[in-house]
């Protein structure tokens, strides 16, 4: 009889597992790891805001416009506070005091209010020429905020995804087999093999 000879195989089965934290939550089976933020937590919450509006911030960043929802809660700002002060600046300092001592005449009130609105309208259009200049700043800075918030939320869910696979591998099942062959009847198998081929040549 020939010599039998022997081959072992080894199969490893991960365990299933789950790991979670207030953030992130990865479960993992012999399949492989599927991880998420979880819902409604401020890293998901950031995600699903980059990922819904990176388009329109970009667009922000590199045609800044008066039109935009910051731009304009500034701009607002900027005029209902200018028209408001400088018509009472106006009136309590200037046009009150003369007419109380009757030296100014309707004409000139009205010629004051009129300069007042040309005055006005120069310091909002200087205003909004400083905002177009600065916006462009502002929406990087903004940007940045978000991406770094954005890249938190894919460190923690990666971190989550590499302690499940660590726990995973801890609980693994390694089972082996082995088959027994007879290397005899292999090696008059070969030889059959090997006569063929030669008869074939001649």
């Known amino acids: ?61 590199l045609n800044p416009t008066l039109n935009s929802t910051t731009n304009q809660a500034k701009m607002n700002s900027f005029m209902n506070t200018l028209n408001s002060e400088s018509a009472k600046n106006l009136e309590n300092n200037i046009i009150n005091p003369l007419s109380n001592r009757n030296m100014v005449r309707s004409s000139q009130a009205t010629n004051m209010y009129n300069n007042l609105a040309n005055t006005n309208a120069n310091a909002i259009g200087n205003y909004a020429n400083e905002l177009l200049a600065t916006s462009q700043k ?46 005899a009847l292999s090696q008059i198998m070969n030889t059959a093999m090997q006569m063929a081929m030669l008869a074939m040549k001649v």
């Open 1 to 61: 009889m020939g010599k039998k000879s022997s081959k072992t195989t080894n199969k490893t089965v991960y365990g299933n597992t789950t790991t979670t934290n207030p953030y992130a939550t990865s479960q993992t089976t012999n399949s492989g790891t599927t991880t998420t933020l979880n819902p409604g937590t401020a890293l998901d919450s950031v995600n699903k805001f980059v990922n819904a509006n990176m388009d329109k911030l970009l667009d922000e960043y």
């Open 138 to 183: 502002d929406t990087a800075s903004m940007l940045s905020n978000l991406l770094l918030m954005y890249m938190n939320g894919y460190n923690v869910a990666s971190d989550t995804q590499k302690q499940s696979l660590a726990t995973s591998q801890g609980n693994a099942t390694t089972t082996s087999k082995t088959t027994q062959s007879d290397s």
